[in-house]
């Protein structure tokens, strides 16, 4: 199995990003999937998931500026982050939570103020 994230790099506060995550060598529609973020000097946290139904949840502090959605047909896993603040900033990890657990490879998001 392989998950590798891409999307992270430099925004200005209030602006955009899109984060993927691309599952390889297992069935991706199959799969609960979530984005953690882990900032400096902090504990990881979860920020959203989604079932392999497509219900979908977030933490409250992305609420109304993430969204968390799958393509099942490209086995890709997105994060659309909109109006980011600086306290966003942090390296994002994707994850398979269910059936099984697996980390993916992170990519850091630095928005500046």
């Known amino acids: 199995v392989q998950l590798q994230a891409s999307g992270g790099g430099l925004v200005q506060a209030g602006g955009s990003l899109r984060l993927s995550c691309v599952l390889s060598?297992?069935?991706?529609?199959?799969?609960?999937m979530a984005w953690y973020r882990q900032a400096p000097g902090k504990q990881r946290e979860w920020v959203a998931g989604?079932?392999?139904?497509?219900?979908?949840g977030a933490t409250d502090s992305v609420k109304g500026r993430f969204t968390i959605s799958r393509d099942n047909a490209k086995n890709t896993l997105y994060l659309q982050m909109n109006s980011l603040k600086p306290e966003d900033t942090a390296v994002y990890y994707c994850?398979?939570?269910?059936?099984?657990?697996?980390w993916g490879q992170g990519t850091q998001v630095t928005v500046s103020s």
């Open positions: 060598g297992s069935i991706f529609s199959r799969n609960d």
């Open positions: 989604i079932t392999k139904d497509g219900r979908t």
């Open positions: 994850k398979v939570t269910s059936p099984y657990t697996y």
